[in-house]
């Protein structure tokens, strides 16, 4: 295509992650002609790459509170499968340093946990019951420390919330969480009769059947199509400017980190609203995969170590294809800080704990290791929750015909669920104004 052509469409779509694909389908599948732009590749964060018969992903393609997830809602609604490979609560353990104990996933793992003894796990029992009663539910200007602080709990209840909270936010920091967004997600998790599903043959697959109905209903993808700017009429945007050609739609959805989108929008009265989400800091991690030759069976498909704030998922557990025959994928992810992404020792210390926990829980890996993948500077989200940041809005009142998704959006849940939330509601608020 020129440069200099305008293509018209009813939607346009910047960005090709798990938020801009699931917009694109779903509004394609409402009867929208849509155009998705991506820089890259499709997918974003959430990748699936083959190396030697093994299918790694960039990031733990996990969905959390599966039965109540917005995934489901797209299943249904596009017509699309999802081959949900569920969690298994009694095969996760913490490992407290001397010895492992159950997860506290599910009830069954609360009461049957060391983490917590006697009268403190009835203390977080009540705490727990209060959460999913709506009784609790903190406050946007209180940590969770500070919130468990003023309640004056005892330090081993304090720790094992703090510690559901770093297994399940991606977090080393705990205790920088707002409280309230903290007791809100607790109460979807613990009212799940799923709590964690992974998804087989990882996020290619789900890519895969976004793509097919975005094109199946007439509209287009485009790769290497880098949004270089955007044009405005009163308080509209009008049109994009891509590698690939100009844009004109009557609806626009950014699914593109505000970093990104503070340049797209420069010069727009919504270039200084972004701006203020685009100096966030992001969830980072250390991932580090094993693809062994052979199976070093253990009785646990994940553990967490306590101590060192990180973790192992056997993923071709559940997902058996990501491996050659008899082969096995390991996952460990560590939770780092910002300061310590360009600090060299400290990453090489990270990398040797990871791998003295493989030595604790697989041992022999080293045996069977047929490759190694290693990210030191992964972002799990684009959003770190603390105290001082919050998720950008999915519309802003400057323009009327704007709107955003992604993990760092308004939305229900963590990671990939923030984004088709996000990416659901801007969606609903397209749609409906059809209908005004």
Known sequence: MDTAEVQHVDVVVVGGGLAGL????????????VALLEKGLLGGRAVTFSLKGFSFNFGAHAIYGRDTSILK????????????????????????????????????????????????????????????TSMEKGHPHLSIKKWMDQHNLTEDVKEMMLTLASSNFFTSEPEKIPSDVYFDYYRRLFTTNKPVAYVGGGWQTLINKFV???????????????VESVSTEGDRIVEVQSKKGNFRAKEFVFCAPPSELAKMLVDTDLEYSVKHYAHYEPSYVFVYDLGLKNRIDVPYSYVYDKPNKMFITD???????????????????????????????????????IEAMYDKHFSGWRDELVVPRKSKRASAQEIKWKMNQEPMPVYFPDYRNAFFAGDWCEGKGQLSELSFTSAYEASQLILQKDED
């Open 315 to 353: 993923i071709s557990f559940y997902d058996e294809g990501c491996v050659p025959e008899g082969g096995q994928l390991l996952q460990a992810i560590a939770y780092i800080k910002k300061e310590e992404l360009d600090d060299k020792e400290r990453l090489t210390e990270i990398e040797e704990k």
């Open 73 to 132: 809602t797209f299943e249904k609604e596009l017509g699309i499968d999802v081959d949900w490979r569920d969690f298994k609560p009694n095969k996760a353990k913490y490992d407290i340093g001397d010895e492992l104990t159950a997860v506290p996933a599910n009830v069954k793992g609360l009461f049957r946990t060391k983490l917590v003894k006697g009268a403190d796990k009835l203390k977080f029992t009540f705490e727990i019951f209060k959460t999913l």
């Open 212 to 226: 097919n109905v975005i094109e199946r209903n007439g509209s287009e993808i485009l790769t290497k199509a880098r």
């Open 22 to 33: 699931s917009t694109a389908a779903y509004l394609s599948e409402k009867g929208k002609k």
